[in-house]
């Protein structure tokens, strides 16, 4: 976003140390999580859905001022190529900032993060420990880019993942990219929540931000709210396997839960 003319702070996290993994057992589970979420990325391409956004302008007192929304499904044509549908795109009463192409790639590509193996050497991946989720186990992972390429955009930030289906359940962070010092973008932190869709894959179903952008000459506070809804596999020819998953190491976890618990969503 630039102004014309989001700061969601995560809670004291707390991360249990795991003296058990290996620097071994972690590379593994980050290629192993890697792979699940190709798999998974692939799998989404073939599901219908239908994404609402909207940002909001807030003044101090949290009363909300101008806005921007967009309501589209993502749908097949005819002739079976993936397109999106705006279904309602009201006219914006921004009047503070202005949206930019950023905030678009951001809540297409940036906030929905999969961390592919295709993406992995873009990134670097340290273990943060494990932490709980509304009951899941997961591995906590600081994720950053390891360099900002012209015209692309980066997730930086941390991500949750299950300790067991090994896929991104959480994440919480902020799109970055390069920026000309003649110009003046800002971008929210945001927390994205997954559930799991057919029993299968975690899917993207809700985003919030609610930041305050620094610009140089004023600060806009923003809030964000994205949701994924109505998932309909269109056709699918994808499946997680691994062929030697069975000889998982020690401390790598990678059985399938039977009461899996969906994190819940926030307010």
């Given at each position: 976003m630039r102004v014309l003319g989001l700061t969601l702070l995560m809670a004291g996290a707390a991360f249990a140390a795991d003296a058990s993994l290996s620097q071994s057992q972690i590379d593994e589970i980050i290629?192993?999580?890697?792979a699940k979420e190709s798999a998974f990325a692939r799998a989404r391409e073939n599901y219908t859905y239908r994404q609402s956004a909207k940002i909001q302008e807030m003044d101090?007192?949290?009363?909300?001022?101008?806005?921007?929304?967009?309501?589209?499904?993502?749908?097949?044509?005819?002739?079976?190529?993936?397109?999106?549908?705006?279904?309602?795109?009201?006219?914006?009463?921004?009047?503070?900032?202005?949206?930019?192409?950023?905030?678009?790639?951001?809540?297409?590509?940036?906030?929905?993060?999969?961390?592919?193996?295709?993406?992995?050497?873009?990134y670097w991946v340290r273990y943060l420990g494990h932490q709980n989720v509304d009951e899941i186990g997961?591995?906590?992972?600081?994720?950053?880019?390891?360099?900002?390429?012209?015209?692309?955009?980066?997730?930086?930030?941390?991500?949750?993942?299950?300790?067991?289906?090994?896929?991104i359940v959480k994440s919480y962070g902020r799109g970055v990219g390069q920026q000309k010092r003649s110009e003046d973008h800002?971008?929210?932190?945001?927390?994205?929540?997954?559930?799991?869709i057919d029993g299968k894959y975690?899917?993207?179903?809700?985003?919030?931000?609610?930041?305050?952008?620094?610009?140089?000459?004023?600060?806009?506070?923003?809030?964000?709210?994205?949701?994924?809804?109505?998932?309909?596999?269109?056709?699918?020819?994808?499946?997680?396997?691994?062929?030697d998953e069975a000889d998982t190491k020690p401390g790598v976890k990678d059985d399938k839960k039977d009461d899996k618990t969906t994190p819940k969503k926030k307010p």
């Open positions: 290629q192993k999580f890697a101090d007192g949290g009363t909300p001022g101008g806005k921007w929304e967009e309501v589209s499904d993502i749908v097949f044509t005819s002739d079976g190529k993936r397109t999106d549908h705006v279904v309602r795109a009201p006219v914006t009463t921004l009047r503070l900032i202005q949206m930019d192409p950023g905030d678009l790639e951001d809540m297409r590509h940036t906030q929905p993060f999969v961390l592919t193996t295709e993406e992995l050497p873009n997961c591995y906590v992972f600081a994720v950053k880019p390891k360099k900002l390429e012209a015209n692309k955009r980066y997730f930086s930030g941390q991500v949750w993942v299950d300790d067991r289906d090994l896929q800002q971008y929210p932190k945001f927390e994205t929540y997954r559930e799991q975690w899917f993207p179903t809700y985003t919030i931000a609610n930041d305050t952008l620094h610009f140089r000459d004023n600060d806009v506070r923003i809030k964000q709210t994205i949701k994924y809804e109505d998932y309909k596999q269109f056709k699918s020819d994808v499946k997680i396997t691994f062929g």
